[in-house]
């Protein structure tokens, strides 16, 4: 089954804003096996809309459409359907109540505007169905040989219409056919190393396919099989999924698609031991992915950002003779403020991440370089080493070896030497 | 001029990543005054590129190709170029060159595989040119009567190339026309409140044009006027943009377009103060975004995250009566935090944030609670309200109360009272 992304909305053209809803819809439906084999981006213009549906259903089994069912005169996704279609529109009584209803309950004050009754009308063959978030039905029509869904370009009513209504129909219709993917996450080795590694694997094999995606710090490999049964499927995936992970070694820090702090998270809680951390150049970034996780402060206790010699000194006790000699970006610094921090916090375990962020040297550090230590009665060790790119990608490759040394430590893994 | 955007990647129909290219574009076209009319997404399937960029050309004056520049057998954009073009493939002696000098730099071990030759081949009758990063050249050709421009997909090659040359060619072809916006910032109100507001100013103006962009805890107000010369589509601009701000009033925190982490560390340099912040609920997101502009040091000293009770007490010595009494989700604690961050790190202003990110309760304060409090010799100010959605949405809108309550300090403004 081939499907088309169409997206309306002249935000999107300004470049206000990127269409995650695609990315979004195409990662889930490659997952219950539907191709995606085109997206299109229209603004809001009726015969450029009517042209891009056309086009789509010309050439898919399923048209996705997002945006242009709301209530302003700029939403014209309702009026290019019924074009497309031929069809007149039909105001549905039923609708302008439900309308009026959900205007009662989200405003305090007036009536409804008449505009928003332009909700109400449906396209004459077209199917609609309300959402629980938001004001816009959504329309299922069949237009050519394609079914059409069009929902809200607001992510979370995309979401919804996707998960209650479009991804269950499609499964259904493409039953007997199963896809699964399994994600294996990787940190400490680059994109060309890893598919370097496994390479001869995947050089022959179109099921499963491999995919790379490389972002700051990781790498992501994506094992996906097609089988006529999931069982089938998992049966093609898991042998392949077990050379990958025998191939790169300890690098994979999961196979079951967490965050790498959550990963962490998971090793405290399997150690029970307690983190905390002292952070100068990642600034709380740490701490922030840490806490994004829902029970953190079980095995997480907190961060001191010290991000001015005078705080690495009053708030961590790092002693003045570290501050005037090897500087605050020196392994000495950093193995300090581990201990700063455990000691601060109380926690078993401690990690300190400073460097030069960038763009200009900082105490003679060359802008990219970043120290990140551990620190635990059992272990004290230091890591230098220089990243390439802007200021946001320094910090964020600091966060990802931070965690991941403390990841090492916790999983009893040799911990990475300085490369700078 | 209207302009055309064909991605050319299967990871994008796969959902793997979003096309934030094509976003970063459109955003570049449209300050130049280039009409961004239609974006296309194609997998790496020579036939599919070859029919999308016959019709982009043939309904855009220019066509910009994303993607499918690169060595290896799935790249396929140079193939397609030359088929539309109906051209024959050249290798040009001087791109292998070019070609072997580059791999030699990047790569300490081995010669350059066969494949990458490829990269030297051009459809006769195209231009080239190398860029500084990465391998893949650029192409630019006449398509049908359009000019097209193919660079490669990875961000940092792409805005390489729409820098030096796509941009500048396509700036001096529009010539005569002069675009130019202006970006006011908002927090503390909503989208629709702040368009109810500004309604009638913008129900019959085609030029300027109003945007609205809302994300979490803020929204943007882009004005863009058209004129003959910039200075006159800035004469445009200035007494519309003066009105927006007269109406809106405090609520804008820059018509500059800095964020509100810039906006505060101005601020705390013009009144000469540091500030220091307690973050529980936040984790540490505060602290990594203050740091995350260059030069912060001057006037942010640091962040305690204390994400236990233990931590409140130990770190930032949180009186066990508040957390006994009012709990660690209360103004009593978020003063006492925001005093203790001060004395912590001795500064001036001292900020705090604290709440329940749920999903779940926390100490009896329902999810989506926030607290956020400001403390200094003169002033202590705590706030509460709830937030809708979910963690993350919570933990962002926090941010920016957060750090809006210090921004109004600063400002000698008017502190928002609690709301919950």
């Known amino acids: 089954m081939r499907a088309e992304i169409v997206a309306v ?42 042209t891009a549906l056309d086009l789509a259903a010309s050439r ?12 302003t005169g700029d939403d ?15 105001r549905h009584p039923e609708l302008e109540q439900m309308l009026r209803d959900k205007f009662a309950g989200f405003s305090t004050s007036g009536s409804m505007p008449a505009a928003n009754l332009r909700q109400a009308d449906v396209p004459e063959g077209a199917r609609y169905l309300m959402p629980e978030r938001g004001t816009a039905p959504w329309l299922v029509a069949m237009l050519g040989g394609a079914t059409l869904y069009a929902m809200a370009g607001v992510p979370g009513e995309m979401r919804e219409m996707m998960r209650r209504v479009v991804l269950p129909e499609l499964a259904a219709r493409t039953g007997g ?64 999924a077990a050379e990958v992970r025998t191939r790169l070694g300890d690098v994979v820090f999961t196979d ?32 922030a992915r840490l806490t994004g996780v829902p029970g953190a402060s079980a095995w997480f206790a907190g961060s001191a950002v010290a991000y001015t ?16 000699g090897p500087g605050v970006v020196s392994e000495p610094c950093a193995l300090a403020m581990a201990e700063g921090a455990r000691r601060l916090y109380g926690t078993e375990v401690g990690l300190a991440l400073t460097g030069a962020a960038g763009p200009e040297p900082h105490q003679g ?13 059992d272990v004290r060790h230091a890591q230098t080493f220089v990243s390439r ?9 600091a966060e990802q070896a931070g965690l991941d040394l403390v990841r090492r430590y916790l999983e009893g893994l040799p911990l990475p030497p300085s490369s700078a």
Request: proline residues 2%; negative net charge; hydrophobic residues 50%.
């Open 9 to 50: 909305g002249t935000e999107l053209l300004l470049g206000q804003i990127a269409n995650t809803n695609a990315r979004w819809m195409s990662e889930h439906l490659a997952a219950i096996g539907v191709d995606v084999v085109h997206h299109q981006v229209v603004g809001d213009n009726v015969e450029r809309i009517v």
């Open 60 to 71: 898919a089994d399923v048209v996705l459409v997002t945006g242009g069912l709301g209530p």
């Open 76 to 90: 014209l996704t309702r009026d290019a359907i019924a074009i497309a279609m031929k069809a007149p529109m039909v």
């Open 177 to 240: 056919q199963a896809i699964r993917s399994q994600v294996l996450r990787i940190a400490g080795m680059g994109e060309s190393a890893v598919a370097e590694v496994l390479e001869d694997l995947f050089a022959s094999s179109s099921n499963p396919t491999v995919a790379y995606l490389a972002s700051m710090g990781e790498v992501k490999v994506r094992l996906t099989a097609k089988a006529a049964s999931a069982s089938g499927a998992e049966e093609l995936l898991a042998p392949l």
């Open 256 to 287: 079951r698609d967490e965050s790498l702090e959550e990963v962490v998270l998971r090793l405290l809680g399997e150690r029970g031991v307690r983190l905390s951390c002292a952070e100068s150049l990642t600034g709380g970034g740490v701490g």
């Open 309 to 324: 010699a005078e705080a690495k000194r009053d708030v961590l006790g790092i002693g003045q003779d570290v501050l005037d």
């Open 365 to 377: 550090a060359a802008p990219g370089t970043v120290v990140v230590a551990v620190a635990a009665d």
């Open 389 to 397: 790119g802007d200021r946001e990608r320094v910090r964020r490759w």
